[in-house]
């Protein structure tokens, strides 16, 4: 599959990027996708933030290919 | 030292998604040129205005001397125009907009302008209201607090 992700405020700190773009060969859970970020970051287990699927939030869930999968720091903005 | 921001309607997948940011701080003249903008519609009979200014902060003995923000772009200007459909929904409105600075703001500028208007001054009161409280805690807008000298720390919305 191969999905979008994309990292904002604080988190790009850890990254070093705003996106990646990841081709595996089987199916991605949400959860595998976080337990591989927490190998390739130190810290990454530490931070606070929100996912959106396509740009909707979501505390769960399905993904697929072709998706966008953001992580979200807490909001600052006003 | 001010410029007036041009804002333009950008295309996407899903329709018209109205461009909701600027570049740098909001100023006051553009503001002004909102409100002049509908004054041509006689049925307003109050306008209620929120303005978010970047506070100089002291924090651990260091002070804010700007922020700079960034978006989840496409996701907060569908965001804003969802949360401007409600705000219609709920209140009885004539106009409303919402505008957001990205890129840095210093001290003292003008980060963050909503506006709506209404007959009658309950409807817009209500609405800015609803909409300022719920941009802060919906829409994927970061600040980072950068210091005076220059070490930041990454701010967060008190709800």
């Known amino acids: ?78 | 030292m001010y410029s007036i921001a041009i804002l333009p309607m950008i295309n996407s997948l899903n329709g018209m998604i109205k461009n909701h940011f600027i570049k740098g701080a909001i100023s006051p003249d553009f503001v002004a040129k909102a409100i002049e903008k509908y004054q041509v519609k006689t049925n307003i009979g109050a306008y209620d205005i929120f303005l978010g200014q970047v506070r100089a902060d002291q924090i651990d003995g260091r002070v804010v001397r700007a922020i700079e923000f960034s978006a989840y772009e496409e996701m907060a200007n569908k965001g804003l125009m969802e949360l401007m459909e409600t705000c219609f929904e709920k209140f009885n409105l004539t106009g409303g907009h919402i505008y957001h600075s990205l890129g840095e703001v210093k001290t003292g500028e003008i980060c963050f302008f909503v506006f709506t208007s209404s007959g009658h001054r309950p409807d817009a009161f209500a609405g800015t209201q609803f909409l300022v409280n719920e941009i802060k805690k919906q829409i994927p807008i970061f600040g980072k607090e950068i210091f005076e000298d220059e070490t930041h720390q990454w701010k967060v919305n008190k709800l």
């Not at chain 1, 595996?24 to 976080?34: D, N, P, R």
């Not at chain 1, 959106?52 to 290919?65: E, F, H, M, P, R």
């Open chain 1, 1 to 78: 599959m191969k999905l979008k992700l994309k990292f904002f405020g604080r988190l790009t700190e850890l990254t070093g990027v705003n996106e990646l773009t990841w081709e595996t060969a089987e199916e991605l859970s949400l959860s595998e996708i976080e337990a591989e970020l927490s190998q390739q970051y130190n810290n990454w287990t530490e931070q606070t933030y929100r996912i959106a699927i396509n740009q909707t939030l979501v505390t769960d869930g399905k993904v697929s290919d072709g998706d966008e999968v953001a992580f979200l720091p807490p909001f600052a903005g006003g």
